[in-house]
């Protein structure tokens, strides 16, 4: 099989142009923890998450160490396009979290198949397009809306990308320290804490601290967040 094969980015590009990317790519297998590049570092590669059930997490920090995640990428995703297509210097860092495989593809490649690959172009156009689509959310949230509202929605978009159902509720597959979830927004750890102390009151979420693992029991209750905050 093929190791683009399930790279959702390259469904659609011609078998003998998805193998001449393969082949000038190379494979990886970082250690957890590690990291990629950093935000401002050349952006001479794009990356594929072949394999692995971990995944690769992209944010950026400030000069007091204040971390942002602005997306967990797993399999079948990639990340490093932005820079590579603009011929800038990386717009975000990355962290590897968990076991992933990769597929490092130099840049002159990528963009090589870019220009010669009518599938490809094509699923790009969408993709950017739904990435900015949902950067413009977090920007808006962030100017317009109180932290309850966005962490409801970061937590619902995690669901809806990678939530398996259980029992009680959708799990999100990520563990997520309270740190972290602090991170989607940019926010003190403490301010999470007692957003999430509110909802497992209400029966809203349940929190696994050992493990980490977040389970939304009421989605409706999160989506009632947003409604409510606009009106409707």
Request: charged residues 25%; neutral net charge; proline residues 2%.
């Amino acid at each position: 099989m093929s190791l683009f094969a399930g790279i959702d980015a390259f469904r659609d590009m011609d078998p003998s142009e998805r193998d001449r990317l393969e082949r000038a790519s190379t494979v990886l297998r970082p250690r957890d923890g590690s990291e990629l590049f950093s935000q401002g570092d050349p952006a001479d590669s794009v990356y594929a998450i072949v394999g692995g059930d971990g995944h690769v997490r992209i944010g950026a920090a400030d000069q007091r160490s204040k971390t942002l995640m602005v997306e967990m990428y797993q399999k079948g995703d990639i990340f490093g396009e932005i820079g590579v297509i603009d011929g800038e210097t990386g717009t975000a860092s990355a962290m590897v979290e968990g076991r992933v495989r990769l597929a490092r593809i130099p840049a002159s490649s990528f963009l090589a198949a870019l220009s010669g690959s009518l599938g490809l172009g094509h699923v790009m156009c969408h993709m950017l397009a739904r990435r900015l689509r949902r950067t413009f959310t977090l920007l808006q949230d962030a100017s317009f809306e109180t932290l309850e509202v966005r962490f409801a929605r970061q937590v619902l978009y995690l669901a809806e990308q990678s939530g398996r159902p259980t029992e009680h509720g959708v799990r999100l597959t990520h563990r997520l320290r309270q740190g972290d979830l602090a991170d989607l927004l940019g926010a003190t750890t403490r301010s999470i804490i007692t957003i999430l102390n509110a909802w497992r009151a209400a029966g809203v979420v349940f929190y696994d601290t050992d493990r980490a693992l977040l389970t939304v029991c009421d989605q409706a209750a999160l989506r009632g967040m947003l409604r409510r905050d606009t009106g409707e």
